[in-house]
C-alpha cells in the first residue's frame, strides 16, 4: 500500500506542493488537470523533472473537462462528466488530450467521472457513453494505458455492468468509498464484491448520507464519517489490493493538512493491523 495526496496541475505551485508532500511523508500523488490549455508537452516536462526531484510517483492523472458542472442530485445528472451528450463529444477530447499529457509525464492511468451513468442499458444516453468510452479506451491501450472510472454518481452494478459492455481490457475503478456513500448509492465495502477486481486505485476520503434529495451528503474528516475504514481496508486486503491509496479533504489551508495527517497516520495504522 502507497499513500499519497492529490495535487493541482498548477505549474507555478507544483515544486512547493511536491516539497510539501514530501515533509508529509508522503511520495505519491494524483494529479489533477483540469484546463485543457495547462496539458502541453512543455508542462509535461516540468512535471517530470519535479517529480524526478523531489522523488515523488504520480500514480494517476485525474482529468477533468470543460462546461457546466453542478455536484448536487438534481442538476448533476444533465451536468456531470460525459454522460450529458450534449458535452459529450468536447469532454471526450479533452480526455483524449488529458491522456496523452498523461503518457507524456509516464502516467499509465487516467481518472474522471463519467457522471449519473442511466441504470437502463437502453438508454440512448447509456448506449451514446459506452461508444465514446470504448473510443476513448482504443486510443489508451495503444499507449499501455488505463482509464479508470471515479465511483460516485452510479450504482456499483451499473457501473460493472459500463465496464462489460465497453468490453476492453484496459479499464479499471478508482473507488472513492465516501462518495457512493454521499450521492446515497452504495457501500463502499459491499462494492468491493461486486467490482473488486478492477480497482487500481483508492481514494481516501470520508463522508455522510444525504439527508434530502438534492444535495449529496457531506464531506468529513476521515474515521468521522459512515466509511467503516477498519472493515473497509480489510476487505481491500481480503481481496488482494495493495496498490495505491490517495488521500482527499476537500477543504483548504491548515486544518486540511491536519486532517490529512490524521488520515495518514489512522490509514497506516489500519493497514498494518488488517
Not at 516540468?46 to 457546466?68: M, N, Q, T, Y
Request: glycine share 10%.
Amino acid at each position: 500500500m502507497k499513500l499519497g495526496t492529490m495535487i493541482n496541475l498548477d505549474i507555478e505551485l507544483l515544486d512547493g506542493e511536491f516539497r510539501k508532500l514530501r515533509e508529509m511523508g508522503f511520495s505519491t500523488c494524483q494529479l489533477c488537470g483540469w484546463q485543457r490549455a495547462s496539458m502541453t508537452a512543455e508542462n509535461a516536462a516540468v512535471v517530470k523533472k519535479l517529480a524526478e526531484r523531489h522523488g515523488v510517483e504520480i500514480s494517476g492523472f485525474w482529468c477533468g473537462w470543460d462546461g457546466p458542472c453542478e455536484w448536487n442530485l438534481v442538476q448533476g445528472p444533465v451536468t456531470i462528466g460525459l454522460v450529458p451528450a450534449a458535452y459529450r463529444d468536447s469532454r471526450l477530447e479533452t480526455l483524449r488530450i488529458g491522456a496523452e499529457f498523461a503518457a507524456m509525464i509516464g502516467v499509465t492511468d487516467v481518472i474522471t467521472h463519467i457522471g449519473f451513468i442511466p441504470n437502463n442499458p437502453s438508454d440512448p444516453d447509456y448506449t451514446g457513453l459506452v461508444g465514446a468510452l470504448r473510443f476513448l479506451a482504443r486510443i489508451l491501450k495503444q499507449r499501455g494505458q488505463y482509464f479508470l472510472f471515479e465511483t460516485g454518481q452510479e450504482a456499483p452494478v451499473t457501473l460493472l455492468r459500463t465496464i462489460e459492455d465497453i468490453g476492453t481490457d484496459n479499464l479499471g475503478i478508482n473507488l472513492d468509498p465516501a462518495n457512493l456513500l454521499m450521492y446515497g448509492l452504495g457501500n463502499p465495502i459491499d462494492a468491493l464484491s461486486v467490482f473488486g477486481p478492477y480497482v487500481r486505485n483508492v481514494h481516501g476520503k470520508d463522508g455522510l448520507c444525504p439527508t434530502n434529495g438534492r444535495q449529496l451528503g457531506p464531506e468529513v474528516p476521515i474515521g468521522q464519517g459512515m466509511v467503516n475504514y477498519p472493515a473497509f481496508i480489510a476487505k481491500l486486503k481480503a481481496i488482494g489490493y495493495d496498490r495505491y491509496i490517495t488521500i482527499e479533504r476537500e477543504i483548504s489551508g491548515e486544518q486540511q493538512i491536519k486532517d490529512i495527517q490524521e488520515a495518514k497516520q489512522l490509514l497506516e495504522t489500519l493497514w498494518e493491523k488488517a
